[in-house]
């Protein structure tokens, strides 16, 4: 992350960066995680009235 700290114009833009890579972190892990993930073996769900059950995060945006 020092590549971040050095080369940016301003604070906004180094904002953006951080926000930028963390993203791109989160993303890639999940992807890897995936594509990982054992056929045959169920993946994970949250239980019903959860506030991590994709609804919740989904459902202000429709």
Request: one cysteine or more.
């Amino acid at each position: 992350m020092r590549w971040l700290l050095v080369y940016h114009d301003s604070w906004l833009t180094f904002w953006a960066g951080l926000l930028g890579a963390i993203l791109l972190r989160g993303v890639l892990s999940a992807a890897l995680v995936g594509l990982a993930w054992p056929a045959r073996v169920p993946r994970p769900t949250a239980p019903p009235g959860s506030p991590f059950t994709p609804s919740r995060f989904c459902g202000p945006v429709r």
